[in-house]
C-alpha cells in the first residue's frame, strides 16, 4: 500500500459515515405499540397505537411529497396482541419506490388478530336440552361474545392457542358412510346413531367426503324412517350438490360410499375438545381438556374475514411496501354457515354446475359438463401489487386461504413465512376462474397486466393447511407465468402440496415458464385422494418440474379408491413440461389426457441423492422446522412396484416410426429400452406403477388393440434363486409364443412352472450359471411374454447355452414343454417363440 493510500483510507471512511448518515436522516421510522395513541405523531417516546394510522401517517409523507422519506418509510410495530375492528388496507397511494419503500416491521412477536377474547367462563351447573349425559358437570358456559352488535357467529374456538373441535357426530376421525344419495330429490339417507334424536336438532351440517373434495352443507330437514334418516338441505347449496357431476358422492360397494360427519349441534357435544354455540339462547359451551383451566384460559373466537387487502388497480397498482415479522391470525370465514361451500377443486366453490345433455364446447368437443365457481376468502389478500413481499410473517389459526396474491401481482416475494393451521390453502396464486368465466375455458387476457407474473415463492414452511376444507392445497397456482416456487416444504396436509395451474385445457393460455423446484413434499393425502405431491393442469410451455422430493403419503382411511394416489400428476391437458431429477420412493405417477411436449426424465428412488439433500428450507430458514406439526398416527403408503408388459398390434405397414416411439417415450416417463418390434407389433416393458397413465396415452399411437400382461406366473429371481446379488445393470431380451388351444394342456404348463423350483431345481442351476439375472413370464388369455434379463452387454447367444452344461435335465424339460407351445399370429410354420427388437 503506498503512502498516498494510507492518507486517503480515513478520508474514504468519513465519507461512508456520512453517507450513513444521510442515509438515516433521509429515512423516516413510524413507531406503533399497543400502549400508544392514534393522537400521537409517531415517534418511539410517543407512538401510534394501530397500523391504520401509522399507514395515514406514512401516506401523508407521500402525499406532500415530504423530504425525510427520501431513503424510505419504516413503520415499526411494537410486541403485542392487536385486535382488528376492520381489514388493514394498503392502497396505491401507499406505494414506495424503489429507491424509498415502505416496511411494516416487527422485531418481536405481533399478532395482528381478526378476533375475539372470549371471556366470563362458568361451570355448567344445570340441565340443557340434547346435552349427552356423559358432558353432565364437565361443560363450561358463557355469552357468546358481541362484536357488531350482535352475537358473533363463527365456525372456530381456538383454546390456549390450539383448534378445539366443532361438535360433531362421530368422534375423533372416524366418520360415517352415507347410504344413498338422491339426486333428483336432492336428500341423503344415512344410517341413526343410538341415543340421538336428529329429528330435533337445529341448524346442523353435514360435512361429505367426495373423491378430490369435500361438501359443507346445511341440513334443512330430516325424515327418520326406521333406523335410517333422510336428509334434506338448504338451497343454493342442495341444488348445486345433487347437480353437478364432478366430484359427486361416490356410491361403492367395493370401497364404501362416500363419508360424512354431522356437526353443530349440542347432542354431538359429548367428548374434551368440542364446543357448540347455541345462537338462539346466546350462549358457548365448551368441555375442557384435561390439561385446560377454563378460569384462566385464552380463548379467542374469529370475528374478521379479511386481516390485510393490499388493494391496486390495473392503472394504479401497489409498489414496493413490504411486511416481515408480522404474525396473522383468527380470520374466519362464513360462507358454509350462510350459503353452504360445495368446492370444484382446490377450494374454488361452486356457483353453478351441471352436467350437459350433449358433450361439446368450441374449445372441448367431449366436455360433458360446466361449472362457474367463486374464490374462498383469505386472511391476507393481494390485487395488482409488484414488489411487494412478506418475509419472515406467520400466519396462523386461520379459517379459509392464509395469504392470496390474486389479479395482476408481479415481481413479488413469499420469503420464509410459516403457515400453520390454517383451514383452506396456506397461499393461492393468479387467476384461476372468474365467476363470469366457465372454469374450462382458457384464461389468455388481452390485457396482460391482468396476469400474475415473476413472482418467488421461496423458503415457507407450511404445516397443518387445509384442515377444515380438505379440498384446499398447501400452494395453489392458477393461470401464473414465470412463477419460482423453490425450496419451500409442505408437510401434513389433507390433499395435494403444489397445485399449478387451471383449465383443463391443452390450448394456449396465460400460462408459460413456471418452475416448481427444490420443495420437500411429505406427509400429504391425509384425507382425500385423486392426488399428489405436485399436480398440474393445462398447457404451461417452458415450465418444469425438477429436484423435488415427495414421499410419505398418508393412508387415508375414507379414500374412494384407496391406490388412487400419485407422488407427481400431470392432469387433464398438461403440455410443454420438462419434468426431471425428481426424487420419489418409487415411480408412481400419473398422466392424464395430457397435451404434447412434455418430458419425463431421471424421477424416481434411483435420481442423485444429493436432491434429498438439497430439497426443502436453505439453511438459513430451517430455523423454521421446530414448528412443524405433529404428523398423524395414521400409516403411509408403500407402492407396490411390479414389471408389466403391453402389446400393441397395428394394421400391416402402420407401426409408428422409432422417432414417434422415442418421443412418446419421454412423454410419457419410459426408461430407454422399454420400446420393443416385432412385424407388427409393439412391446413396452414396463412398471405396474404407470398402468393406469398408458391404458390411457397408448391409445394416441393408433393401435388396432392393446393388451396388458400383468398376470405373471413365473419369475426366476438372481437373488433369491443362485443366492446372488444381481448385476448392476442389464439388457431384457423379449420373447413371446402362444400355448396350444387345448384348455387341458393349458393347466397342465402352468403346473409344470409351478413346482419348476422345487421338482426341477437343475432349470434354476442352469439359469445361475448362465447369469441370468431374471426370467419372467407373462400370460394373456393363451399368449405368452417372455423376459430374459441379462448383464448389460453380454449376449443370449453366448450365455443360453451354459444353462445345458452337465445339465440334461434342462434339455429334457425343454423338450417337455415344446407341446405346450406354438408360434403366435404371423409366424412360420416351424416357428415358436419370436424374439422382438429393441427399439434404439
Known sequence: MSPRTKQIKPFFSLLIFLSLLCLKVNAVDIFVSINGADTNIGTKEKPLATLHSALRKARELRRLNDASIKGGIQIIMGKGFYQLHEPVVIRPEDSGTKDSPTEIIANERVVLSGGVKVKGWEKLNKAITGLPKEAFGKVWVTDIPNFDGSDLQFRQLWVNGNKAVRAKNYNGEEMGRVLSWNSEKQTCIITLQKNIDLSKVKGMEMLIHQWWAIANLRVKSVKVIGNTAELSFMQPESRIQSEHPWPAPWISSKTGNSAFYLS??????????????????????????????????????????????????????????????????????????????????????????????????????????????????????????????????????????????????????????????????????????????????????????EISSNNRIENNLITDVTNEDWGAVGIGAGYVQGIKILHNEISDVSYSGISMGWGWTKTPNAMENNTISDNKIHHYGKHLYDVAGIYTLSAQPGSSITGNVVDSIYKAPYAHLPDHWFYLYTDEGSAGITIKNNWTPAEKYLQNANGPGNLWENNGPKADEKIKQNAGLEKAFQYLLREKANYSKRGINQAVDQSVVFELLFKPNNLPGNGALKTFAKENNLLPGSNYKWNNRLVIYTSSLKVESLQQTLKRLGAVEIKLYDNLFYDFNREKNCGDKPVAEWDNIILSANLVKDQKMQKEYLAYHKTQFEKWPEISRGFCKAEFQRLAIFKNDRQLMLIISIPKGKKLDDLNPKTTENNPKVDEWNAIMKKYQEGIEGTKPDEVWVFFKPIE
Open 264 to 449: 353443530n349441534a349440542i347432542q354431538f357435544l359429548n367428548e374434551p375438545g368440542e364446543w357448540f354455540e347455541d345462537l338462539q339462547n346466546h350462549k358457548l359451551y365448551y368441555w375442557p381438556k384435561a390439561t385446560e383451566n377454563m378460569l384462566n384460559a385464552e380463548v379467542i373466537a374469529p370475528a374478521l374475514e379479511n386481516l390485510l387487502k393490499i388493494e391496486g388497480t390495473i392503472d394504479q397498482p401497489v409498489s414496493y411496501v413490504s411486511l416481515e415479522g408480522i404474525s396473522f391470525g383468527h380470520a374466519t370465514w362464513l360462507r358454509p354457515s350462510k350459503q353452504g361451500h360445495v368446492p370444484h377443486q382446490a377450494g374454488m366453490y361452486m356457483l353453478d354446475a351441471y352436467k350437459l345433455d350433449k358433450a361439446g364446447t368450441p374449445d372441448k368437443p367431449t366436455l360433458e359438463n360446466q361449472a362457474w365457481v367463486g374464490r374462498p376468502v383469505s386472511a391476507v389478500e393481494v390485487n395488482y401489487a409488484n414488489n411487494t413481499s412478506f418475509k419472515s410473517c406467520r400466519f396462523e389459526h386461520l379459517a379459509s386461504t392464509g395469504l392470496d396474491y390474486n389479479k395482476g401481482t408481479t415481481h413479488n416475494e413469499i420469503e420464509g413465512n410459516l403457515f400453520k393451521d390454517i383451514g383452506g390453502s396456506a397461499i393461492l396464486i393468479g387467476t384461476f376462474s372468474d365467476e363470469a368465466v366457465e372454469v374450462h375455458l382458457p384464461y389468455k387476457p388481452t390485457d396482460q397486466r
